[in-house]
């Protein structure tokens, strides 16, 4: 099984939804990361120092270097200029871009950009290229705290980030600072640069990387739902199945893991509360639940293939037309619409949560069949679901168990991060990182 976005999709499109989505979460965040991506984007702009590529997959980092504090308690106290123990955050986002985004040679910027100069060059790891990187990020999201938070102006955040020349900062990337020249907010300069919105478009994203932070906004749901990781996750592999099984071009195949995949992106607009509800909703908490589709489109804003996106937004319609959000009927339900809707059930079922085990697959047959009797379900994917249950059940555990378990593994190493005694302590730790399967097997 191997998605692959294949339909028209540029950088802005992508960075777009990326936005939005992270925007349901905490908007301040979403801003400052479109902020340093812009500095960062002016600060190497002729520099010759960075390809095309790696600038535009910089910019991309920026956007998301901040990640880890969706995770954490730290947002408010972050946002400042003076900080003085923000470790959590840049921990946790150097895992996250390490294991589930197209960025991972640049995770250890992330782990790195709140590292002082004068901690940071003495050591011999990372990289001289991933030194200046994580500093370039420091500055770059110092001046837009300064400036955006605090509402000093250019000069005087000039002024800040000069006086901390050597010893917070190094000097030559204080000097790529010093070649901006800010005349308005940095809001309005980022809105308005369509120099800079060209750039991003110029060098558009492969298929795989496309495909890959697709995959990533997957993840990023955790920080609403654990349990709706492992839902999508499981619903694409069993969707695939049944495509399969209906014997389905492997075009159509594809855009049925697509659709599937992103089916429950809206979910990261619902209340933690009603996510995570130990037990049956009441009526007005589903109706605030139903409006996940509603978000999710919102999320695509029109950037996503029509196809998929159908496929994504239908999973909830029922063929008698008492589904929502739009009430369709069979006519207006294609063949992948009406597997991925009975794959997002199948998952719900097996799926277990801290309150309750997962349906036996007699139970899971019975709910199906009966769905399928009152005109809900398509029947013959219903019957065809239901006489391969076992060997679709047992595929799916087998296919996904890999990418869960990192998933876990990586909630794990957050869960027990050692408490450092001090700052030296932590910069050693960091420092020394370098291998993602030395993390997941960090006792």
Known sequence: MQIQYTKSFNNKGVLGII?????????RLTEHGSHVAYIISRMLQDTGQYTKQELR?????AQLHDIGAYKTEEISRMLQFETDDIWDHSFYGYLFIRY???????????LLHHITWNFLEQGDEPSTKLKDLSQI???????DVSMSLEKRSWEETLQLITQGTNNVFAPHIVDLADRLDFKDSIENEWRKDSEYFDFLTSIPLSEEETTEYLKMLVFIIDFRSHYTVTHTITTTSISYELGKLLSLSEDQLNLVLCGSLLHDLGKIAIPVEILEYPGTLSQKAMEVMRTHVNFTEKIFGGS??????????RHHEKLNGTGYPKRLKAEDLTTEERLVAIADIISALTGARSYKDSFPTDDILSILTRMKYDGLLDESIVDLAAEHLDDILDTTLIR???ILSIYEKLRKEYETLPKFESYDEKLHFALTLRDPELLLSWP
Not at 57 to 61: E, N, P, Q, R
Not at 304 to 313: F, H, S, V, W
């Open 19 to 27: 936005r939005r989505f992270c925007n349901y979460i905490d908007p």
């Open 57 to 61: 997959d910089i910019c991309f980092l």
């Open 100 to 110: 589930f985004s197209p960025l991972k040679e640049f995770a250890p910027a992330v």
């Open 137 to 143: 990020l420091h500055i770059a999201d110092r001046i």
């Open 304 to 313: 996503i293939d029509k196809t998929i996106e159908r496929i994504a937004l």
């Open 400 to 402: 996904c168990k890999p």
